[in-house]
C-alpha cells in the first residue's frame, strides 16, 4: 500500500448536477404508464369486432350415423350471406361428421336453424364449430 494524500474527492470525480424535480418524474412515469396501457389495449383488444356469433342450444341423436342440431346465429348485418360448419363428435370426442350450412340473408338479426348431421361412428353430441361471412362459392345459390 502507497501512502500519500489521497482524499475521496480525488479519487472520484464530483459533478455539480442538480437532482431532476420530483415532478418531472412522475410525469414521465405517467406517459410511459399511458404508452404501455394504450399498447397492451390496442394489441389484445380483438381488431376486428365479431359481426356473426352462433350458440348451440340442443342436440338429439336420432340414430348410430345421425344426429339432428338446433342452433341460433346472430349477424350484425342480416343482409350477409353466411356459412356456419356444424359437426359431430363421438363419445370419445373425436370428429365423425361435419356439414356446412348455408344461411341467407334474412329479416332479423337472429335466426335459429335445425339440421342433421351424418356421421362415419356413434354420436355422441354436436356444436357449432364457427361461422363466417366468407361463403365459399359452390355454396350460393
Not at 62 to 77: A, G, L, P, S, Y
Request: aromatic letters at 8%; one cysteine or more; glycine letters at 6%.
Amino acid at each position: 500500500m502507497t501512502s500519500g494524500n489521497y482524499s475521496a474527492a480525488s479519487r472520484y470525480p464530483t459533478r455539480n448536477t442538480k437532482p431532476k424535480p420530483r415532478w418531472l418524474i412522475i410525469v414521465v412515469a405517467g406517459v410511459f404508464a399511458g404508452v404501455v396501457a394504450t399498447i397492451t389495449f390496442v394489441g389484445y383488444r380483438p381488431v376486428t369486432s365479431t359481426p356473426i356469433t352462433a350458440e348451440s342450444l340442443a342436440y338429439e341423436v336420432i340414430d348410430d350415423q345421425t344426429i339432428n342440431i338446433r342452433f341460433k346465429v346472430v349477424r350484425d348485418d342480416p343482409s350477409d350471406d353466411v356459412v356456419c360448419v356444424v359437426r359431430a363428435r363421438s363419445r370419445d370426442g373425436s370428429e365423425t361428421g361435419r356439414r356446412e350450412i348455408y344461411l341467407p340473408p334474412s329479416e332479423s338479426a337472429a335466426v335459429e336453424l335445425t339440421t342433421h348431421i351424418t356421421t362415419s361412428q356413434a354420436p355422441g353430441m354436436a356444436e357449432v364449430y364457427g361461422c363466417s361471412a366468407n361463403v365459399p362459392d359452390y355454396l350460393l345459390p
